[in-house]
């Protein structure tokens, strides 16, 4: 494999709180390696646009603890076709880029696959998204951060149910993963957690609110994860309330303010491990892969397999959040 003098990197999707660390790690140990590192802003769309621009050290000072994403991020409708990546490969050919890091989540990573088997560039993946639902990683950059604005979102609202004697319905994100939602649910004491890995039965559901209400509870909390067979929360609450019409209920999205904020320690630590790793990967002439964590230890995860794999809840844990919760 020719000697990788320049990288590229860009994050795509959704973003996540500890993506600028991740972006700081990377460049930082390129540099260390004499590899000059240019960002791509707005992820594949810049790349298709040519929006490049080298990078030194202190372009990434300050920045490890702030949310977001300095590079921008994107979701590119014109990578998805043939002609886009064509451009976006002729963008990285005139910058002389030898090599790719990508952060972001399934679709980052399924666009980075075909754009390797179509131009035969080298590409790593990080796993950034709030989602935690990629194969491959304990953890995913963003999902602690995230799960930890649930929670202290979810301890004022638990103050307010309690001070009027209130079911509040919380929805939290997870279209396709209850991750958040099972996470944030245990930290909080919440009474239900519902997620869609799981069929969550109505009937059965407001038969246990009922009997949780005769035995003496009189406020409480349902995590809601929004991709609920039953629905988001205003649907599961406007359920419930037919059913338990005594029942002073109320719904809570908290929606966008999970993905920003200041990344936590965890956070922090695990970007800057990610992006170190991906710079010494792709310098060894590993390619296709996703960087992640698994056990404490290093994992190199092919993309089609982080992607197509499921990852699961932990179904012991929703078991135990309920019998906390009686």
Partial sequence: MPRINRIGILTSGGDSSGMNAAIRAVVRTAIFHNVEVFGICRGYEGMIDGQFEQMYSHSVSNIIQRGGTMLKTA???RFMEREGRDQAYTNLKNFEIDGLIAIG????FTGAGIFDEENDFPIIGLPGTIDNDLYGTDATIGYDTAINTV???CDKIR???????????????????GFIALRSGIAVGAEFILVPETTTYIDNFTRLLRHDWRR??????VIVAEGDDCGGAYAIAKQVKERLPEMD???TILGHIQRGGSPTAYDR???STLGYEAVNALLEGQRGVMVGIIDNKVTFTPFEKAIKHH???NHQMLEMSRILAL
Avoid: C, P, Q
């Avoid at 989540?105 to 980052?108: A, Y």
């Avoid at 103050?159 to 993963?177: P, Q």
């Avoid at 003496?216 to 909390?221: E, F, H, P, V, Y």
């Fill in 75 to 77: 979701r590119s409708k």
């Fill in 151 to 153: 929670v202290e979102a």
């Fill in 159 to 177: 103050d307010t149910a309690n001070s009027h004697d209130r079911l509040f319905f919380i929805e939290v994100m997870g279209r396709d993963a």
């Fill in 216 to 221: 003496n509870k009189t406020s409480g909390l």
């Fill in 249 to 251: 209920t109320r719904v």
């Fill in 105 to 108: 989540g399934n679709g980052t």
């Fill in 269 to 271: 630590v695990l970007a």
């Fill in 311 to 313: 990852k699961d809840v």
